[in-house]
C-alpha cells in the first residue's frame, strides 16, 4: 500500500466529518508534516503521512519535537485502519 492512499483516505475520512484536510506543500523543506487537518470546533493538528510499517525521517522527527515543544499536535499515520483512533486522539488532544 502506498503512502498515497493512506493520505486519501485520511481526506476522505476528514471531509465525512465535516472537516478540511490541507495538504502542505513548503517550498523548499520536504520535513513538514504532510496535512493540516480541521475539524468542527476548532480542533486541529499536523498529520505526517506514511505507507504501513515506513516511520518518520530522522529531519522530520526533528521537526515534529519542536512542533510539539512550541504546543502544536503532530501525529504520525501508517495506516487507514488508524484514522478513526487518530481523529479521536486530535479531538482528545485539543
Do not use: C
Not at 2 to 22: F, H, I, M, P, Q
Not at 23 to 49: C, I, N, Q, S, Y
Not at 56 to 83: C, E, F, N, T, W
Amino acid at each position: 500500500m502506498l503512502e498515497r492512499k493512506v493520505e486519501r483516505d485520511l481526506n476522505a475520512a476528514v471531509v465525512a466529518r465535516r472537516g478540511y484536510s490541507k495538504k502542505l506543500v513548503p517550498t523548499g523543506d520536504k520535513d513538514w508534516p504532510d496535512r493540516l487537518v480541521l475539524l468542527p470546533g476548532g480542533v486541529w493538528a499536523f498529520v505526517e503521512t506514511k505507507a504501513p510499517g515506513k516511520v518518520p525521517r530522522p529531519s522530520q522527527l526533528r521537526l515534529h519535537a519542536r512542533l510539539r515543544r512550541a504546543g502544536y499536535i503532530v501525529l504520525v499515520l501508517d495506516h487507514p485502519s488508524k484514522i478513526a483512533a487518530l481523529l479521536e486522539a486530535i479531538a482528545i488532544l485539543n
